[in-house]
């Protein structure tokens, strides 16, 4: 059993992950409450349906352009502003998630999100409003402002409100809700929207999600956090002050890492998603296969993140599992610039999407996770946020220079795009979106190397007593004695470094050894 603590888990004697958080929680005097999962659905409903508002219009891009007299420019900044909004919103996003509370948070989102969808739809009620783009533009940007509070919470709710065997699936669940938005809005508004008169109805039907989402949100949370904290490191969760946890990070070269390349990393997809229509209806693609290769890419994305979830979950290897993804999303994203300038490859295009997401879109969730332990006792709004602001500010950027390097060509007899705007050459855009992905993917890999601060915390809350437990020694306390009361979130063990003596790799993330 040395082997197993040196070198990682064993095949025989090691008893999993989540029985030893299992033990670990009992003995800590620790509990968890069902009504966890009830805020896990409400932030899960309100996260896709924010998604649906936000690409609404992407994949019927040109029918929307047509409809309302308007370009394609302003269409593309109806998914821009999202962008632009949460550049400058998103810090105050962090501080309300971290200072104000988890559920007032989610609340205010959902009542944002629910006053964007219905201000979206106006210019289709009142025939006699001249300015439809600035109701649209104004929905677009109420929204925004809920996608801020919405897409910081999910490892801010694993964190207090599930135990640590269960935190990187509860991540997984509600980050993923927000790319199942993006699926349904690929799939529904090609759907709902056959010609320029249906264009009404689909505004009307995103309208109720989000009104259900903000009556949910609005009646069924009741506290920011639970009585009795569910792990060591929820009752030390937001140990730092909001101004210090943000000087914590920038001083942090592993977070500064993983912010920048995952940052791109939400950019790519961020504009792939918006833009994928307008690509592939160049070369003869309908909006309603695009539809399709958006519904794939969150599909696969979706299924990868929940297999991929359980397996950190089990044994916690946040950094092999993102470095592995990373690579394998480069091959992807480069085959889909190649692929995507080809007509009549509907076939290889669809796999191409498919294994984009599979690898690319699973990494969301696991990254979350890895931002909230390198960066440990930093508040998890603050590390998921910021990720999310550098990530939306890579994004503007990304999609406003993909958009630029667009040229003007003759209409080729295979179009597909029904507005004449829409003739553009985007090979030198798929290309530069493909080094971008290869180039993230090569400095992670390199650089990043970093502790598990949370798990150390966590090993070093009751060390003699996991260290037998994984090592097979003396049996954890039995159920049934009393529970002694959990620490005072002021009492638990400073970080200087490294907390505690990890007893196995699993707190160690790739650093050797021995190494803090």
């Known amino acids: 059993m040395a082997g197993a603590t040196a070198d990682g888990p064993g095949t025989g004697d090691d008893r999993s992950a989540a029985d030893l958080a299992q033990v670990l929680s009992a003995l800590g005097g620790y509990r968890v409450y069902a009504r966890r999962w009830v805020f896990l659905l409400v932030l899960s409903l309100l996260s ?35 962008f632009v909004v949460s550049i400058p919103f998103g810090m105050a996003a962090i501080w309300v998630l971290d200072s104000v509370g988890l559920r007032s948070a989610t609340v ?56 640590e065997h269960q935190r990187a699936t509860a991540n997984m669940i509600a980050t993923m809700s927000n790319p199942l938005g993006v699926l349904l809005a690929n799939v529904l508004s090609p759907a709902l929207v056959k010609e ?38 929820a009752a030390s969760s937001t140990s730092e002050k909001f101004l210090d946890g943000l000087k914590l990070l920038v001083r942090n070269k592993a977070y500064l890492i993983l912010a920048l390349c995952f ?19 160049v070369k003869g693609y309908s909006n309603d296969f695009a539809g399709l290769c958006g519904a794939l890419f969150i599909t696969f994305g979706f299924l990868g993140a929940l297999c991929l979830g359980l397996y950190v979950d089990r044994t916690k290897h946040f950094t092999e599992a993102t470095k592995i993804g990373f690579c394998l999303t480069s091959m992807a994203c480069v085959a889909f610039a190649v692929v995507s300038q080809l007509p009549g490859q509907t076939i290889w295009l669809a796999i191409i999407c498919s294994l984009f997401g599979l690898f690319g879109l699973s990494l969301a969730p696991i990254a979350m996770e890895l931002a909230v332990e390198c960066s440990f006792p930093v508040g998890e709004g603050a590390a998921t946020g910021l990720l999310f602001v550098l990530g939306q500010i890579e994004g503007a950027l990304i999609m406003v220079l993909l958009t630029m390097l667009t040229g003007r060509r003759a209409e080729p007899s295979f179009s597909t795009c029904q507005h004449e705007e829409a003739l553009l050459d985007w090979m030198a855009s798929v290309l530069l979106m493909a080094s971008l992905c290869a180039a993230c993917s090569c400095v992670f890999v390199l650089f990043f190397h970093t502790p598990y601060r949370r798990a150390q915390l966590e090993a070093s809350a009751y060390p003699s007593i996991q260290e037998d437990y994984v090592q097979g020694g003396a049996d954890p306390a039995p159920p049934w004695e009393p529970h002694p009361e959990p620490p005072a979130p002021h009492r638990q063990p400073a970080l200087q470094g490294g907390v505690g003596e990890c007893v196995s790799r699993r ?10």
Request: proline residues 8%; aromatic residues 10%.
């Open 196 to 233: 320029e008169g249906d264009i009404p109805w689909m505004l009307g039907a995103y309208v109720i999600p989000a009104g259900i989402a903000c009556l949910l949100a609005t009646a069924c949370l009741w506290e920011n956090v639970p009585p009795t904290p569910p792990s060591a490191a």
């Open 108 to 163: 205010l989102g959902a009542w944002l999100n629910f006053l964007g969808s219905v201000l979206r739809a106006l210019p289709c009620m009142d025939l006699s409003i001249q300015t439809p783009f600035s109701f649209l533009l104004a929905g677009q940007s109420l929204c925004a402002l809920a996608q801020t509070l919405v897409v910081f919470s999910p490892a801010k709710l694993a964190a207090v409100w599930f135990p």
């Open 263 to 281: 940052g791109a990393g939400i950019g790519i997809f961020s504009s792939f998603s918006a833009l994928l229509e307008q690509i592939l209806c």
């Open 507 to 516: 707190c160690s993330g790739s650093a050797a050894p021995g190494k803090p």
């Open 48 to 82: 896709c349906s924010n998604a649906t508002l936000w690409l609404s219009f992407a994949p019927i891009a040109d029918t929307v352009a047509k409809h309302f007299s308007l370009s394609l420019e302003q269409i593309n900044w109806l998914s821009l502003v999202y």
